[in-house]
């Protein structure tokens, strides 16, 4: 038996249904060209319904992460608008001219990691 597609509603044309061996596929894009929600419906038992919820629950997840990600960019904004740093605070001057000079030395960074009491990456960092 072959698969037919059928447009459920004219008005959003997002919306396909494929009906094969008494299985209902239907898939739904929500949002962008990527996102896709594809919902299956069984009659012959509880496999059907399984699946809607799996699915059902991967949606939600999806949905708080996007949430998730729309709250830190606005407290980042927050705080970039009340002029506030974002991000680490900046190795002192005095200890960036150190750590060049105990490079000029011949020192590795993880010699003037130690004796600067900052990390090696640190000491890179504050060297280039």
């Given at each position: 038996?072959?698969?037919?597609?059928?447009?459920?509603?004219?008005?959003?044309?997002?919306?396909?249904?494929?009906?094969?061996?008494?299985?209902?596929?239907r898939v739904?894009?929500?949002?962008?060209?990527?996102?896709?929600?594809?919902?299956?419906?069984?009659?012959?038992?509880?496999?059907?319904?399984?699946?809607?919820?799996?699915?059902?629950?991967m949606?939600?997840?999806?949905?708080?992460?996007?949430?998730?990600?729309r709250?830190?960019?606005?407290?980042?904004?927050?705080?970039?608008?009340?002029?506030?740093?974002?991000?680490?605070?900046?190795?002192p001057?005095?200890?960036?001219?150190h750590?060049?000079?105990?490079?000029?030395?011949?020192?590795?960074?993880?010699?003037?990691g130690?004796?600067?009491?900052?990390?090696?990456?640190?000491?890179?960092?504050?060297?280039?």
């Open positions: 038996m072959a698969d037919s597609w059928t447009q459920v509603d004219s008005q959003r044309p997002q919306r396909l249904e494929c009906s094969s061996g008494g299985v209902t596929h739904i894009t929500l949002v962008g060209k990527d996102s896709r929600l594809s919902s299956h419906r069984d009659d012959r038992g509880g496999m059907g319904e399984m699946m809607e919820a799996m699915l059902a629950w949606a939600e997840h999806e949905q708080e992460r996007k949430m998730i990600v709250r830190v960019k606005a407290g980042l904004a927050a705080r970039k608008a009340r002029g506030l740093r974002l991000g680490r605070i900046p190795l001057m005095k200890t960036v001219n750590a060049r000079r105990l490079r000029q030395e011949g020192l590795s960074y993880a010699a003037i130690k004796r600067l009491k900052i990390s090696k990456g640190s000491a890179f960092n504050a060297c280039k």
